[in-house]
Every structure is written in C-alpha cells, then in structure tokens.
T-cell receptor
Framework: SQQGEEDPQALSIQEGENATMNCSYKTSINNLQWYRQNSGRGLVHLILIRSNEREKHSGRLRVTLDTSKKSSSLLITASRAADTASYFCATVGGGYNKLIFGAGTRLAVHP | EAQVTQNPRYLITVTGKKLTVTCSQNMNHEYMSWYRQDPGLGLRQIYYSMNVEVTDKGDVPEGYKVSRKEKRNFPLILESPSPNQTSLYFC????????????FGPGTRLTVL
C-alpha cells in the first residue's frame, strides 16, 4: 500500500536553484523520512522528522512537516548537478515496524 | 565499513527455476526487510524480520519466502519465479525497529523469462 504521494513526479532545474518536493500521506504517522536514490542504486537516508517536529535542517536540506495537512516538503538549496537523483518520502505508522514509500520525485539538475 | 550486501547484483533466470538472493548486514541490526521496486510504484515491502526466527509478511509477500536463522543474514527465496517477479529488489536493515533509519543494500536486478 502506498502511503506517501510525492509531487511533482519530475522536476528539472538549473544548478544553483532551489528544489522543492512535496509529500502527502493519508494516515497518522510516527515519523516521516526522506531518502535519495541514484539511478538503479540503493536508497540513502537523508533525514528523519518526528511527528512532533515541524522543521528540520541538515546541510542544504530543509524538511518541514505539517501533520494537520498530512504533508511534508523537502527543500534542497543551491542545487548541484550531483543532486540529480530520485527522492522518496517514507512514513512510519503506529506499529513502528515498517516504512511505506511513495513513488518518488525525479530531480534533474542541469549544469 | 558498515554496509548491507546483496548477491547476486544481476540475475536472469527462467520461469520456475528456484533462486535465492542473499542479504547480509554487518551492523548487528535486529530489523531486516526486503522490498521490490517497480516503475511508478515506489518500493513495496515483501517481508520483514524483527529478529532471529521472527519474520512477517509485508505488502506483497505472494511468491516469496524468507528465513532469519542468523542475525546478519536474511535471504529471499523465490521457489518458482514467474515473469511478474521481474523487478529490482532491495534488502534493508535498521537498528531495533523498522521505523528507524533504514540502511539499504545496492539492489538485485532480477529478470524472469
């Protein structure tokens, strides 16, 4: 079952611009995580935000969470060509024993 | 180096020929999981394990088996593969529970003819 829905499905920007990806989900969560995947490779964890947190930063990444709207956003500032990848949000529910992934946003950053 | 390894990385097989994809982690994680990734569908969980000898079905378990005899290993078994199991498979592990940060293997691309 797919819990998170990312928007947009694909995003194309120039180096130096900011990239914003959104994730909406349906049921209450314990935490929400963002992962990155380079083409055909394994996923790499970027950031975890708990349900009682509203914003979190890690380097050039900024994640927000609005539990009233059941949505999250991932902002990558000053993007680089190396940021080209697919980005997935994943939610963790009350059982705390599994991640449910969305279909992902494909980000292309052009030099 | 902390890592999750999978073998093989690529596999082409024929319908009905039993196969096993191995997964091993060196981080002493209790939780391990298998996912399949198909275009437009994201990652879907096949099976997971909370600890040795404890396994449970995920969202798409049909046609798959798993075992967890040792903490570090979590093989995925396809007893009779079919073409609809052609996919990219990922093993992942995390500390204590699946709701924590998960560490992913590099993936196994399986084609069933």
């Amino acid at each position: 079952s797919q819990q998170g829905e990312e928007d947009p499905q694909a995003l194309s920007i120039q180096e130096g611009e900011n990239a914003t990806m959104n994730c909406s989900y349906k049921t209450s969560i314990n935490n929400l995580q963002w992962y990155r995947q380079n083409s055909g490779r394994g996923l790499v964890h970027l950031i975890l935000i708990r349900s009682n947190e509203r914003e979190k930063h890690s380097g050039r990444l900024r994640v927000t969470l609005d539990t009233s709207k059941k949505s999250s956003s991932l902002l990558i500032t000053a993007s680089r060509a190396a940021d080209t990848a697919s980005y997935f949000c994943a939610t963790v529910g009350g059982g705390y024993n599994k991640l449910i992934f969305g279909a992902g946003t494909r980000l292309a950053v052009h030099p | 180096e902390a890592q999750v390894t999978q073998n093989p990385r690529y596999l082409i097989t024929v319908t009905g020929k039993k196969l096993t994809v191995t997964c091993s982690q060196n981080m002493n994680h209790e939780y391990m999981s298998w996912y399949r990734q198909d275009p437009g569908l994201g990652l879907r969980q096949i099976y997971y394990s909370m600890n040795v000898e404890v396994t449970d079905k995920g969202d798409v378990p049909e046609g798959y088996k798993v075992s967890r005899k040792e903490k570090r290993n979590f093989p995925l078994i396809l007893e009779s593969p079919s073409p609809n199991q052609t996919s990219l498979y990922f093993c992942a592990s995390s500390q204590v529970q699946g709701g924590n940060e998960q560490f992913f293997g590099p993936g196994t691309r399986l084609t069933v003819l």
